[in-house]
């Protein structure tokens, strides 16, 4: 196995996928040197994407054209300031629902210091879009108009080592961004009551599903947090019915949801991804996800499926007196690790041979 | 050594600092509870205990609201022969801290809630935990809400210098009421950053 920090061939397409317990990160090589960054997990201060192109000895500014936010939870936004500082020319896109009022109306009302603004996802977006907007109040040549991305946008469209390359929103559906606009309505909380938080597991639905297609030889899906729900207007289900979308068979898929039941849809795998297809899923170290029921599901859709890193029981040793009265107060109480650093998928080729070469690092591994 | 600690559950919410030392408390001597009865409002008495001091490491704290901690002496004069009076300090009702969690509600069900949990002495951790919404008081079950975070503590309450017990306390955190305007500026300032970025140029698609 090479290093982690193994430099990727000019023609090698490369999906790193990075999961640090409590988010996740996805790293895309499109050829000739230029990345794609789909979503930002940190992990004990160091954000993760930037630390690996840097430890290849690249420079994140020069090689990091795009950069997805799929969706506003804080999974996924992690450290995304420091991402798009340190990635000044990159293309920022996020999902057409953060452009509503209702939206600015929960950021206002959440981001404020007193509701724990440090550790909130909606304080990190407010960052990212003050940068953004310093950048373009300072006339700076490098500042591009984010995009407010929903299904079947174009997000970017180039050509990397002769091959060209489209990157498109599957999702969010007109439906999505409407009921998440609703969902953040009800999120939000009268001004004069106590509030300190959002839900941290609250609805997906206006997640921005990510397709990479790479010349004619692979196509990329990338799930962020989309779910499956009833109608045939939302979720997955909008998705697949999509006449739109690039109708060819992806051969990588990153599992949406952490593995998630609400997330898993038969038609996704019969109907958009190659038999035994590459599917990388990461795991979410607060809910147990993927639980191993779902791990199963996963494995009867696929023998190639990775995970980087399975939730794990921790037997912390705590004062007798603290494990009695934990036992008296709770009904349930589970104790999970964070993997150990690093916790990374990846996923190589070459256009010669055609082939996926998946190397493991830290707890990552192939599901069985 | 620090000096020993107390929680003071104030009616206004704490001031939250980072804290990075590990801390260092002396305890009397622990016993073998003889009594186990429950108390009303938050809190589960679950034993009594008396003794001599002892040394106990209690986790330093990611979020810590510092300001609650106080010393709470008072003086007691008592007469000793030959020397007149001295003051002589006693502990008033204290709350020795041996574990704590930040918390944020995940779920909120008929009798129970679901939360998930940072112990900052184990930061590689996240627990999970689901307690039945009898170990809150009424007034904290109006927070309980998906998002509410919340300081899960387990500690000793010594109250006088011959009663302690073994306590769970749930303090829900109170913050979050905006004036209108502070809300207003708020909005304002999210307003002016969106409306700088949705120029013109921008690239909405309407899908």
């Given at each position: 196995?090479?290093?982690?920090?193994q430099?990727?061939?000019?023609?090698?397409?490369?999906?790193?996928?990075?999961?640090?317990?409590?988010g996740?990160a996805?790293?895309?090589?499109?050829?000739?040197?230029?990345?794609?960054?789909?979503?930002?997990?940190?992990?004990?201060?160091?954000?993760?994407?930037?630390?690996?192109?840097?430890?290849?000895?690249?420079?994140?500014?020069?090689?990091?054209r795009?950069?997805?936010?799929?969706?506003?939870?804080?999974?996924?936004?992690?450290?995304?300031?420091?991402?798009?500082s340190?990635?000044?020319r990159?293309?920022?896109?996020?999902?057409?629902?953060?452009?509503?009022?209702?939206?600015?109306?929960?950021?206002a009302?959440?981001?404020?210091?007193?509701?724990?603004?440090?550790r909130?996802?909606?304080?990190?977006?407010l960052?990212s879009?003050?940068?953004?907007?310093?950048?373009k109040?300072?006339?700076?040549?490098?500042?591009?108009?984010?995009?407010?991305?929903?299904?079947?946008?174009?997000l970017?469209?180039?050509?990397?080592?002769?091959?060209?390359?489209t990157?498109?929103?599957?999702?969010?559906?007109?439906?999505?961004?409407?009921?998440?606009?609703?969902?953040?309505?009800?999120?939000?909380?009268?001004i004069?009551?106590?509030v300190?938080?959002?839900?941290?597991?609250?609805?997906?639905?206006?997640?921005?599903?990510v397709?990479?297609?790479?010349?004619?030889?692979?196509?990329?899906?990338?799930?962020g947090?989309?779910?499956?729900?009833?109608?045939?207007?939302?979720?997955?289900?909008?998705?697949?019915?999509?006449?739109?979308?690039?109708q060819?068979l992806?051969a990588?898929?990153?599992?949406?949801?952490?593995?998630?039941?609400?997330?898993?849809?038969?038609?996704?795998w019969?109907?958009?991804?190659?038999?035994?297809?590459?599917?990388?899923?990461?795991?979410?170290?607060?809910?147990g996800?993927?639980t191993?029921q779902?791990q199963?599901?996963?494995?009867s859709?696929?023998?190639?499926?990775?995970?980087?890193?399975l939730?794990?029981?921790s037997?912390?040793?705590?004062?007798?007196?603290?494990?009695?009265?934990?036992?008296?107060?709770?009904?349930?109480?589970?104790?999970?690790?964070?993997p150990?650093?690093p916790?990374?998928?990846?996923?190589?080729?070459?256009?010669?041979?055609?082939?996926?070469?998946?190397?493991?690092?830290?707890?990552?591994?192939?599901?069985? | 050594?620090?000096?020993?600690?107390?929680?003071?559950?104030?009616?206004?919410?704490?001031e939250?600092?980072w804290?990075?030392?590990?801390?260092?408390?002396?305890?009397?001597?622990?016993?073998?509870?003889?009594?186990?009865?429950?108390?009303p409002?938050?809190?589960?008495?679950?034993?009594?205990q008396?003794?001599?001091?002892?040394?106990?490491?209690?986790?330093p704290?990611?979020m810590?609201p510092?300001?609650?901690?106080?010393?709470?002496?008072?003086?007691?004069?008592?007469?000793v022969?030959?020397?007149?009076?001295?003051?002589?300090?006693?502990?008033?009702?204290?709350f020795w801290?041996?574990?704590?969690?930040?918390?944020?509600?995940?779920?909120?069900g008929?009798d129970?809630f679901?939360?998930?949990?940072f112990?900052?002495?184990?930061?590689?951790?996240?627990?999970?935990?689901?307690?039945?919404?009898?170990?809150?008081p009424?007034?904290?079950?109006?927070?309980?809400?998906?998002?509410?975070m919340?300081?899960?503590?387990?500690?000793?309450?010594?109250?006088?210098?011959?009663?302690?017990?073994?306590?769970?306390?749930?303090?829900?955190?109170?913050?979050?009421?905006?004036?209108?305007?502070?809300?207003?500026?708020?909005l304002?300032?999210?307003e002016d950053?969106?409306?700088?970025?949705?120029?013109?140029?921008?690239?909405?698609?309407?899908?």
């Amino acid at each position: 196995m090479s290093p982690l920090n193994q430099t990727t061939a000019q023609d090698e397409i490369e999906v790193a996928v990075f999961g640090p317990g409590l988010g996740e990160a996805i790293l895309i090589h499109c050829g000739n040197g230029q990345w794609i960054c789909v979503d930002c997990a940190a992990d004990d201060g160091v954000c993760w994407p930037l630390q690996y192109l840097q430890q290849m000895g690249l420079d994140p500014n020069e090689c990091v054209r795009l950069i997805v936010a799929t969706h506003w939870h804080a999974d996924h936004v992690n450290r995304l300031s420091e991402l798009l500082s340190q990635c000044s020319r990159a293309q920022f896109v996020c999902s057409a629902a953060l452009r509503a009022d209702e939206f600015k109306q929960i950021v206002a009302r959440f981001s404020y210091k007193e509701t724990g603004a440090a550790r909130s996802p909606l304080a990190e977006v407010l960052k990212s879009f003050e940068l953004l907007a310093t950048k373009k109040r300072n006339r700076d040549a490098s500042y591009k108009a984010p995009i407010f991305a929903s299904a079947h946008h174009i997000l970017d469209n180039f050509t990397a080592h002769g091959r060209p390359i489209t990157v498109m929103a599957l999702s969010p559906s007109a439906q999505d961004v409407l009921n998440a606009l609703e969902a953040f309505a009800e999120y939000f909380v009268p001004i004069e009551q106590p509030v300190t938080g959002l839900s941290p597991i609250a609805q997906n639905h206006a997640s921005v599903v990510v397709s990479v297609q790479i010349g004619q030889e692979v196509l990329l899906l990338l799930g962020g947090d989309l779910q499956k729900t009833s109608s045939h207007l939302t979720g997955w289900n909008a998705v697949i019915a999509s006449t739109l979308r690039p109708q060819e068979l992806s051969a990588f898929f990153k599992v949406p949801h952490h593995g998630s039941t609400n997330a898993q849809s038969d038609d996704v795998w019969q109907r958009m991804l190659v038999p035994s297809v590459h599917a990388a899923v990461t795991q979410f170290v607060g809910s147990g996800l993927p639980t191993r029921q779902q791990q199963q599901w996963l494995c009867s859709k696929s023998p190639f499926v990775f995970a980087t890193g399975l939730p794990s029981n921790s037997n912390i040793r705590r004062r007798r007196e603290v494990e009695k009265t934990i036992r008296e107060s709770t009904r349930k109480f589970a104790s999970r690790r964070l993997p150990r650093r690093p916790a990374v998928v990846r996923f190589r080729k070459t256009s010669q041979d055609g082939a996926w070469r998946v190397e493991t690092f830290g707890e990552a591994r192939r599901l069985t | 050594m620090d000096a020993p600690e107390t929680f003071n559950f104030a009616e206004n919410e704490p001031e939250v600092q980072w804290a990075n030392a590990r801390r260092t408390v002396v305890l009397p001597m622990s016993k073998r509870a003889e009594a186990e009865q429950p108390l009303p409002g938050g809190t589960t008495q679950r034993g009594q205990q008396t003794g001599t001091a002892k040394q106990l490491s209690v986790h330093p704290l990611e979020m810590e609201p510092s300001g609650n901690f106080q010393q709470k002496w008072s003086t007691q004069r008592s007469h000793v022969p030959g020397k007149g009076q001295h003051v002589v300090p006693t502990a008033e009702e204290r709350f020795w801290l041996l574990n704590r969690w930040q918390g944020q509600v995940l779920t909120v069900g008929s009798d129970s809630f679901e939360a998930q949990l940072f112990d900052p002495g184990q930061p590689a951790v996240i627990e999970y935990a689901e307690f039945a919404k009898s170990e809150l008081p009424p007034d904290a079950l109006m927070l309980l809400r998906p998002g509410a975070m919340f300081y899960w503590m387990i500690g000793y309450r010594d109250r006088g210098s011959r009663q302690r017990t073994r306590e769970s306390v749930i303090w829900m955190r109170r913050t979050g009421r905006m004036d209108a305007a502070a809300f207003d500026a708020a909005l304002g300032h999210v307003e002016d950053i969106w409306r700088a970025i949705e120029s013109p140029q921008s690239n909405y698609s309407a899908g």
